[in-house]
């Protein structure tokens, strides 16, 4: 268990917390706050504990360099906004200089500031040193809240904590409770559904959620790579060629493992990658050799349904079809409403899955959203991430 800020005394202290508040932005004005909404509860906690409050972030890729296309100061006016009292902007070129070291210092108990984006400092992605003592100097405590950014040694993420004391905030902890009790002790059956364009990109993923799944249900666009290691049919459907025998491989292991590994039975396809187009709903050996594969079929989604309903943990990443065309939502959505439906945890990795979750308006019916694309895949393929392992234990 990793320790959070509700095991240590907040009270009197600096604390430089790292946030998600890479927010969309257009000519200068937020598009979408859920980031920093997500945020609140553990900078809200840290207020009414009497910390004073030293929040930094990155936004867009500034690639090193001090960019106002991509200054924090919107996020600051949001954050201000949020809180009902003033978060103090330390608009720096290099984030920490002296007049930014003098407000910190001056900082009071239950005052928030926010640090320029911490990638105007090219030292930042490559975890400088020196950048870390920087803003290290600032605090007495780094508190880690940034989840999407976890999976990356940075100088804010990680290099800060050699030389401060580090605990999670509440987004931390909620991905490593959720994400890390699904894959180390999970309730049984267990059900991981995989989707998505490419299987190369999920390799990783696969092989390490096959050795603790019972049910492994493949989607989307990789389906047709395992089709193929099959030796069937898939037309023009998209194709990971240098994957083939890897499918033919994790098949195999399933078989070994003892794991039930699903591929989709049916399929919808298409003349063209587009929604308006001639479609025609198929068995996976009767693929005609001019049409793509968009989604899955109706069968295939009353099986993956059964399957669903049996489990007690699901961990979904990627799209069943290409969802973001009506025509070839309906596997996806299905899939999310079964999800919905279940009583099972059910934890949805980022990125595309979560979209289409939020997208169809069944969001508050998951355990766990992943809000890191990244991150979650990382978790899932049972790396550590390097923003989680400088957190002190309990
Ligand atoms: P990924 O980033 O690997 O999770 O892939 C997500 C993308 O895969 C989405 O944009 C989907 O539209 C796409 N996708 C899902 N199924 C298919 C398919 N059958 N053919 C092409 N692309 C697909």
Redesign the pocket.
């Known amino acids: 268990m990793k320790k959070t800020v509700k095991d240590i005394d907040l009270k009197g202290k600096k604390v430089i917390v790292r946030c998600d508040f890479n927010v969309p932005l257009k000519e200068g004005v937020i598009t979408d706050d859920t980031r920093i909404t997500a945020a609140m509860p553990t900078i809200e906690y840290m207020v009414a504990e009497g910390a004073a409050v030293i929040l930094m972030s990155h936004l867009g890729r500034p690639e090193g360099e001090a960019n106002p296309k991509y200054t924090l100061k919107p996020v600051a006016d949001r954050l201000s906004e949020l809180l009902g009292k003033e978060v103090i902007f330390a608009q720096s070129d290099v984030v920490v200089d002296d007049e930014v070291k003098a407000k910190a210092a001056a900082l009071g108990g239950g005052e928030v500031m926010l640090l320029e984006n911490v990638r105007f400092r090219k030292e930042e992605t490559k975890n400088g040193a020196e950048f870390a003592k920087e803003l290290a100097s600032l605090a007495d405590i780094f508190v880690n809240d940034a989840f999407g950014t976890a999976h990356r040694a940075h100088s804010s993420t990680a290099g800060v904590a050699d030389y401060l004391p580090a605990v999670s905030g509440f987004l931390i902890e909620k991905e490593v409770k959720f994400l890390g009790s699904a894959v180390e002790d999970p309730k049984r059956p267990f059900v991981a559904i995989m989707?998505?364009?490419?299987v190369g990109?999920?390799i990783s993923v696969i092989e390490n959620l096959l050795k603790k799944v019972d049910t492994l249900i493949i989607?989307?666009?990789?389906?047709?790579t395992f089709y193929k290691s099959m030796g069937l049919e898939i037309g023009t459907?998209?194709l990971d060629a240098d994957s083939i025998e890897l499918a033919t491989e994790l098949l195999k292991k399933a078989e070994a493992q003892g794991v039930n590994m699903i591929i989709p039975v049916d399929?919808v396809c298409a003349k063209e990658?587009r929604n308006e187009t001639e479609t025609l709903v198929c068995s996976r050996e009767e693929m005609p050799a001019d049409m793509?594969?968009?989604?899955i079929g109706p069968k295939t989604v009353e099986l993956y349904k059964a399957e669903i309903a049996k489990a007690a943990t699901i961990v979904w990443?990627?799209?069943?079809?290409?969802?973001?065309?009506e025509n070839?939502a309906k596997g996806?959505l299905a899939v999310a409403e079964a999800l919905a439906e279940s009583n099972a945890i059910t934890v949805i990795g980022g990125?595309?899955?979560a979209a289409a979750v939020e997208q169809f308006g069944l969001g508050d019916k998951m355990t766990h959203i992943s809000t890191g694309?990244g991150a979650s895949l990382e978790f899932l393929e049972g790396k550590v991430l390097p923003g989680i392992a400088v957190i002190q234990d309990k």
């Open positions: 989707g998505g364009a490419k990109d999920k989607g989307g666009g990789m389906a047709y459907s998209i399929v990658f793509m594969g968009m989604d990443n990627g799209p069943m079809g290409v969802f973001e065309m070839f996806t990125g595309d899955s694309g």
